[in-house]
């Protein structure tokens, strides 16, 4: 490892000398001599600072590049590989998106599963993968926090924090509203508006309206299908929040937030033999805009969710009290035809499966609720510090059935599953300016965890199962940041992280339920932070090396069709990570990112079922009793790209009136990234890549913008997931969407 480490801060140390030479700076510059690139300020430690000052890797999404990628209808999903080492899939539809940093995530479908990114929403944390989906409307900004980030934030972050901000009150009046129509029947409408009610109150209304025609028939002859037109890629996504700002005093301040989704779609569409055995590319049985499904009920999702939160800070003068609490609920309900085509079809049909699966959520209820205390000092002085106090209570009912897959309304199998989980810690962290281009930081963070499950068939063969986990744990940091001069800023790291012990009850399909001990990190990186050409570029970079001690996998699948926890004896990753903006002159700038991420699981025992004969699995295999299974020692992390990278090229031009007409076009890439724990030639894919354009006219002085858009120009079908306990069954990304859109603000 140290050999690794060493050779990766090499390579930044070769940026940092390069960036901080004069010569090159001024020989590069552009023609634009007065032009300058603003500087991010990120609230990443939990206060507002310039992103050069903060002692790790994170990246920033502005408004402009998220309103960007949701022209067309998209969602969190659209967010993967637009931050270096972030991966962000989903094999249920819009509602739950699963998050990777670094390689590090699981690629468990259940709703009870644990994440290791979390997702932090207005100092909120959305622990559960039901709540992760929430549509993202009228943001501020969004961070992606990588390496370990438990001093400060929440539960479960040996990865990072993906931390959202919206839009809050001020004491202007103001607000826009934007309308984009597209072609597959899209409209999304968004809107925010604030008014300042008294000089000590201000409210903030904002909404979302997406939504989708139906575009993608089934051609299989059943009675659920539409025979008067589409009958799946719907959805309607309804959602609001009001934030009430109150000051009554220079000291003290609070902010309520209302929330509510109401979301009803399509679920993801599996399609059955899209992929050939000896070949990771899709086939001629591949159809966008067709399916056929026996089962399912049209893979239909429903969702909704209400969250509540307080913030209230006093400022004590030497120091502030922030008190945080929150409370979410939530209720779905969903259906799948998983293995994606026709048990009873005649031989040879291109859409004909070994069996029928099909599952689906017939009530799901979810409430968290969560409280943060943390005082935290105040001044300019050279020691400044946070302590505080966080408590995470989840409690999670889900009712599934198994369906017998040939459209009938009887379940054969029904589970009812209930999950309590409760986390708590005391954290703290200081830093302290040993020069005034020197800066130490320190956390620590004590954290306990429980989760109490309890399973039953309420339809089927009879079980009742009961599983208890919890553990403690202390997780640390320590940075260092030196600032060479007014252009380059250097940072080193060294965090170890924690995620609690997770339990897997799928007991559909098993009567064993499952559990993992906790997984920590200890995690290094080195980096350096820059402005250069006199403030017209900006460039960060990051080398890293992580070692995992007992990694939570999930073995999904296997001819068996398992969903089981496993834990690994080790796991490493290590990578490199750049990202920066440039103005290169006469109205051209261009702004991008690139990863390089190796992951390993190293355990020499650890084996798990496979596909079996229908897909060619290049690990080695050992015969356990009457079974085979894969050796996955070496293999890396599911849904880990090697590669990721993302580049966007703006331009624009300023015409005599005060308005000006732009353009843009943005791609991102994802390579080398494996869908399972065990390897094989279908589900290894190579390149993926998607692209959108962006051109149009504002005026500022009216806050006027209509544009028109593109995303996934070249409409590339990627397989971004698969199934492989039944055939060679898969699922990709979002198709073409084209539209304009129209937008007002005020």
């Known amino acids: 490892m140290s050999r690794r480490l060493g050779a990766l801060a090499c390579t930044v140390s070769g940026l940092a000398i390069l960036v901080s030479t004069p010569a090159l700076a001024q020989s590069a510059a552009p023609a634009d001599a007065t032009f300058t690139v603003e500087d991010v300020v990120v609230t990443a430690q939990r206060r507002s600072e310039s992103i050069r000052d903060v002692p790790f890797a994170v990246t920033a999404v502005n408004q402009e590049t998220l309103a960007e990628v949701a022209a067309g209808g998209g969602d969190i999903l659209s967010m993967s590989a637009r931050v270096p080492s972030l991966q962000v899939e989903s094999s249920n539809g819009r509602y739950a998106p699963r998050f990777y940093i670094r390689g590090l995530g699981n690629v468990d479908f259940d709703f009870n599963a644990s994440q290791p990114v979390s997702v932090v929403l207005d100092d909120v944390v959305l622990e559960n993968v039901f709540l992760k989906g929430f549509p993202l409307f009228d943001v501020q900004q969004l961070e992606v926090l990588r390496g370990p980030q438990g ?72 009675s659920f299908a539409d025979p008067n037109g589409k009958d799946l890629g719907n959805f309607d996504d309804v959602a609001g929040r009001i934030h009430i700002a109150w000051t009554p ?9 209302l929330q509510a989704r109401d979301y009803e779609g399509t679920g993801t569409m ?73 048990a009873s079809a005649p031989a040879g049909a291109p859409f004909k499966t070994p069996f029928n699966s099909e599952t689906g959520t017939l009530n799901s209820d979810l409430l968290q609720n969560t409280y943060e205390l943390r005082l935290s000092s105040n001044g300019d002085g050279p020691l400044g510090w946070q302590v505080g106090a966080f408590y995470w209570d989840e409690r999670f009912n889900l009712i599934s059935a198994t369906f017998n897959g040939t459209g009938g309304m009887l379940p054969t199998i ?29 956390g620590l963070r004590y954290t306990d965890d429980s989760r109490d499950f309890r399973g039953q068939r309420v339809l089927g063969p009879p079980l009742d199962v009961t599983k208890k986990v919890g553990d403690e ?97 080790k796991g490493e990753g290590y990578g490199i990570e ?88 943005d791609w991102v890439m994802q390579k080398n990234f494996n869908l399972f724990l065990y390897e094989s030639v279908e589900f290894m894919q190579d390149t993926a890549f ?13 806050g006027l913008e209509a544009a028109v858009y593109v995303r996934n120009v070249t409409d590339e079908a990627n397989v971004i997931g698969a199934i492989d306990f039944n055939n060679l069954t898969a699922f990709v990304n979002e198709p073409r969407t084209y539209g304009v859109q129209l937008t007002k603000r005020f």
């Open 414 to 442: 029904i589970t009812d599953i209930v999950q309590r989980s409760e986390s708590w810690s005391l954290f703290g962290q200081g830093h302290y300016e040993v020069t005034d281009a020197l800066k130490l930081t320190a």
């Open 690 to 702: 998607e692209g959108g354009v962006r051109a149009g006219w504002r005026d500022t002085s009216r």
């Open 151 to 222: 001093t400060l934030f929440g539960r479960n972050t040996p990865a990072g924090v993906v931390k959202i901000d919206t839009a809050k009150p001020s004491q202007q009046f103001g607000g826009f509203a934007s309308l984009a129509y597209g072609n597959l029947g899209s409209v999304r409408g968004e809107g925010a508006v604030t008014m300042p009610l008294t000089e000590t109150v201000q409210v903030r209304v904002s909404g979302l309206w997406n939504h989708r025609d139906d575009w993608v028939d089934n051609a299989y002859d059943a």
């Open 249 to 257: 005093t220079d000291r003290l301040s609070a902010l309520l937030t």
């Open 578 to 665: 750049i990202d920066g903006d440039v103005y290169l002159g006469a109205g051209f700038s261009v702004l991008g990112g690139f990863a390089w991420n190796h992951t390993e699981i190293k355990d020499k025992d650890l084996l798990v079922a496979f596909c079996g004969a229908a897909c060619t699995v290049t690990d080695p295999i050992v015969n356990v009793g009457t079974t085979r299974r894969a050796n996955i020692d070496g293999n890396p992390f599911p849904q880990a790209p090697e590669y990721t990278a993302n580049i966007t090229l703006n331009y624009e031009h300023s015409l005599a009136n005060g308005s000006e007409l732009f353009a843009s076009t």
């Open 270 to 342: 599996n399609r059955a033999n899209v992929l050939t055995k000896g070949s990771n590319e899709l086939n001629a049985n591949f159809d966008r805009e067709k399916v056929y499904y026996d089962g399912g009920r049209n893979n239909f999702q429903k969702q909704n969710t209400t969250s509540q939160s307080l913030q209230v800070a006093y400022d004590f003068g030497p120091a502030t009290l922030t008190g945080v609490v929150g409370s979410y609920q939530g209720k779905s309900s969903g259906n799948g035809d998983i293995d994606g085509g026709v």
């Open 473 to 569: 744990q202390v997780s640390w940091d320590v940075s260092a940041l030196y600032e060479v001069n007014d252009q380059l800023n250097l940072f080193a790291r060294i965090a170890q992280g924690y995620r609690g012990p997770s339990i897997q009850g799928r007991i559909a399909t098993s009567n064993v339920v499952t559990t993992a001990d906790s997984e920590t990190v200890m995690s290094y990186e080195v980096g350096l932070k820059s402005r250069l050409w006199e403030g017209r570029a900006r460039l960060n970079a990051t080398a890293y090396i992580y070692e995992v001690s007992d990694p939570q996998f999930t073995a999904i699948g296997g001819e068996g069709n398992f969903n089981q926890l496993i834990n690994a004896d």
